[in-house]
T-cell receptor, first 115, second 115 residues
Framework: GAVVSQHPSWVICKSGTSVKIECRSLDFQATTMFWYRQFPKQSLMLMATSNEGSKATYEQGVEKDKFLINHASLTLSTLTVTSAHPEDSSFYIC???????????FGPGTRLTVT | AQKVTQAQTEISVVEKEDVTLDCVYETRDTTYYLFWYKQPPSGELVFLIRRNSFDEQNEISGRYSWNFQKSTSSFNFTITASQVVDSAVYFCALSEAASGSRLTFGEGTQLTVNP
């Protein structure tokens, strides 16, 4: 199947700093990227949906000024957690949807710990 | 609105036992897709199956089988002769055709297979 990579795979940052997470589709063009957040022992919750070249659509309750999503190309989407707080510590997972086939592939996830 | 319910939070079995993970869904759409994913401790989601709403045939893949019943809005997953490596969290998910590929996840079932 197609491959989606995320970088970094894990990151520890101090409260108040910003962290950028990259999601790349390595062998397909992702017209749409979905970003999910998963707290320990919980399910995946959709944070936002982004289409290449457009502004992201955020789910209710997700602060768009805190979680900045950029999807400037068909192979790269980024999620920036601004002014991170310990409660932002979570597992962040992206999912790319292929332009040609509408197949969808998850990235391996990024574990963020804010101290 | 779409909803997925996995009533079993945790299941513990002994190796070689068969185990069934339940999934019940709600949707108003007539066209939708159901998924099962495995999430081992590493966190990376492993795709297991996708089924569209027009295909009620049960499916078998090795030790895995799925029972899709529209009459009861259920899409149950059975592992035959379970193995320790099957230990993971399993998620059932639903995507309505009209929702732009948004995936709604159930709460997940933690399966522990003991030797």
């Amino acid at each position: 199947g197609a491959v989606v990579s995320q970088h970094p795979s894990w990151v520890i940052c101090k409260s108040g700093t910003s962290v950028k997470i990259e999601c790349r589709s390595l062998d397909f063009q992702a017209t749409t990227m979905f970003w999910y957040r998963q707290f320990p022992k919980q399910s995946l919750m959709l944070m936002a949906t982004s289409n290449e070249g457009s502004k992201a659509t955020y789910e209710q309750g997700v602060e768009k000024d805190k979680f900045l999503i950029n999807h400037a190309s068909l192979t790269l989407s980024t999620l920036t957690v601004t002014s991170a707080h310990p409660e932002d510590s979570s597992f962040y997972i992206c999912r790319g949807r292929a332009a040609e086939s509408y197949e969808q592939y998850f990235g391996p996830g990024t574990r963020l710990t804010v101290t | 609105a779409q909803k997925v319910t996995q009533a079993q939070t945790e299941i513990s079995v002994v190796e070689k036992e068969d185990v069934t993970l339940d999934c019940v869904y709600e949707t108003r759409d007539t066209t939708y897709y159901l998924f099962w994913y495995k999430q081992p401790p590493s966190g990376e989601l492993v795709f297991l199956i996708r089924r569209n709403s027009f295909d009620e045939q049960n499916e078998i893949s090795g030790r895995y089988s799925w029972n899709f019943q529209k009459s009861t809005s259920s899409f149950n997953f059975t592992i035959t002769a379970s193995q320790v490596v099957d230990s993971a969290v399993y998620f059932c998910a639903l995507s309505e055709a009209a929702s732009g590929s948004r995936l709604t996840f159930g709460e997940g079932t933690q399966l522990t297979v003991n030797p």
